[in-house]
């Protein structure tokens, strides 16, 4: 009845039977999510916190096994922090900052993704995968425990949908057979392959990209690597056009070998093959145990819309990119971030049910910014031709001694949280500030006494103040406005200042619940920041 799609690390939510399965009549639920991965128990803690009843459908009982998504970003642990699992992540996870590149034998330079201080998160952990999975899953039996009314079923396969005006009616196989749900919103979560996508012949557009690589974990105690991400261009150690290594947490180290399109998948899975390869890349007298392994080829594609409807795509779903840069788990928090107070809003009736529409056009946004990235961080990893063979190896020549070729170098552009230019949630640009925390713009963090800034934003709509004045609360139709009040005079870093004001002397932001900027201005005009109340709630 049930076909495994991959074995269990941890079987966290074993099937029970539940009232539904005996109803008269199908039962109606606000929310299903379908698919139990990072992405679909995002989405239940982000709506769950807001009091809203989430349901989420897995066909699988508990975490999978083997490590999968490793790099996190700083920007999805902010998120995670949010929802209550970020700092078990980073206590567990191998914190990175620096990164080496390599042409053969020679370094060419290093870098730092975070050379500047005052931010509570770093900018990446390694930490594999089921971990991740199991502290959310922690953080989801809190809050039940607490009352919110968030529920997950294993066992529970969605086998058809039909998607309506109003409500979404989905067919589900349990083992003690099948029975129907309703829904008032149906979020799709389910991963790469997507069952919901191809019930409802979804599909994507995009590119897939001829070329395999193999992924190895292996663990062993060897203090010659530090823990850097270490990437190599043509290594002449092991074998491979490109390997890429990482250290994760309990002495696991994830090597990537670049093999080529045209290798013998079953051939190159075997063990013995996969240590000949481990074996000339770590060199005599290393001992290590093999475990976990994989082959896998990649493609830069979305789907045309992430919104049909009653019905929405999020994470590997609906959009996928090449492993190179750390972008699918990533940019699937930023999914969730966006999808969750939007949904929340409209639900709760204080915005209108096109403001839902902006998911789309800001993730939208968001997929063809990774997709791009990662194109070209494939493209000049693996040059399809020999004169791009030719220029990459020209640029990697001259970075090894001149700092302007650098940021040609592409072993992977590293996720970054996305700015939402153009978005129509925006209101102009009033203040002569930095770039970075513009209109659009996730805010960046800064250090407050003992505690940093994106901590005392929390989730809600916010006018954070420096040095200006505000009402400590407004209300612009049914959209209530906190008031956070800062100075510059308490900014002993001077990160408040340079991150918010630039050479502005005061400035007042609208911060949206995902802590993206909506409006900036220098000082607090009454009209024109209920305006852009309304604007970032879908009203004007």
């Known amino acids: ?51 809203i009843p989430t349901l989420v459908l897995d066909d699988h009982e508990g975490v999978g096994m083997g490590s999968r998504a490793i790099c996190f970003a700083k920007r999805c642990l902010e998120v995670a922090d949010r929802y209550g699992c970020g700092k078990p992540m980073v206590e567990k996870g191998v914190v990175w900052n620096l990164g080496k590149v390599f042409h053969k034998d020679d370094k060419v330079f290093e870098f730092n993704l975070l050379p500047e201080e005052g931010h509570e998160y770093p900018a990446f952990i390694n930490m594999q995968q089921p971990y991740y999975e199991s502290y959310q899953l922690d953080r989801f039996e809190e809050l039940q425990a607490q009352g919110a009314p968030i529920e997950i079923r294993g066992k529970n396969r969605v086998d058809a949908v039909e998607v309506h005006d109003d409500h979404v009616t989905l ?64 290594p002449t150690h092991g074998s491979g056009a490109s390997t890429l290594l990482h250290k994760q947490p309990d002495d696991v180290w994830r090597v990537d070998f670049q093999i080529g399109w045209d290798v013998d998948r079953e051939e190159e899975m075997k063990e013995e093959n996969i240590r000949r390869r481990l074996d000339a890349f770590l060199g005599e007298g290393v001992e290590y145990d093999l475990v976990w392994s994989s082959i896998y080829t990649f493609q830069c594609k979305r789907m045309d ?10 994470g590997d779903a609906a959009h996928q990119v090449s492993p190179f840069g750390a972008r699918g788990a990533n940019s699937g928090m930023q999914d969730v971030d966006n999808l969750g107070w939007k949904l929340g809003m409209v639900m709760r009736g204080e915005a209108p049910e096109s403001l839902l529409d902006t998911y789309n056009d800001e993730r939208i946004h968001g997929a063809d910014e990774n997709i791009l990235n990662s194109t070209r961080s494939t493209d000049f990893i693996t040059p399809k031709s020999e004169t791009s063979r030719l220029l990459r190896d020209a640029v990697l020549s001259l970075s090894e001694k001149y700092e302007f070729a650098r940021p040609m170098v592409n072993s992977g552009r590293l996720s970054v949280p996305c700015t939402y230019d153009g978005s129509p949630l925006n209101s102009a640009d009033a203040l002569e500030g930095p770039a970075r925390s513009r209109p659009g713009s996730v805010c960046p963090d800064a250090p407050l006494g003992d505690d940093f800034l994106l901590s005392k934003l929390g989730d809600k709509f916010i006018l954070l103040t420096i040095d200006a004045d505000a009402p400590d609360m407004i209300e612009e139709d049914g959209v209530q406005v906190t008031r956070l009040a800062l100075s510059v005079k308490d900014d002993k870093t001077g990160a408040l200042k340079k991150r918010y004001l630039g050479d502005s002397d005061s400035a007042v932001y609208l911060i949206r619940p995902d802590q993206h900027v909506a409006a900036r201005r220098p000082s607090f005009e009454e009209n024109a920041i209920r305006a852009s109340i309304r604007r970032a709630v879908g009203k004007e």
């Open 305 to 314: 819309s992430f919104r049909h409807g009653r019905l929405f795509f999020a």
């Open 1 to 51: 009845m049930f076909d495994d799609r991959y074995t269990l690390a941890y079987k966290r939510y074993p099937y029970k039977k539940s009232t539904d399965q005996d109803a008269a009549a199908p039962v109606r639920h606000p929310v299903v999510v379908m698919g139990g991965g990072p992405i679909g128990v995002a989405t239940a803690l982000d709506l769950g916190r807001q009091c």
């Open 171 to 234: 067919s589900i196989m349990t083992p003690d057979g099948p029975y129907t749900l309703e829904a008032d919103w149906l979020i799709g979560c389910d991963g790469a392959s997507s069952p919901l996508r191809a019930m409802l012949d979804l599909d994507f557009t995009g590119k897939v990209f001829q070329d395999s690589f193999l992924i190895a974990d292996i663990k062993m105690k060897n203090d010659s690597f530090p823990t850097e991400r270490w990437f190599w261009f043509e």
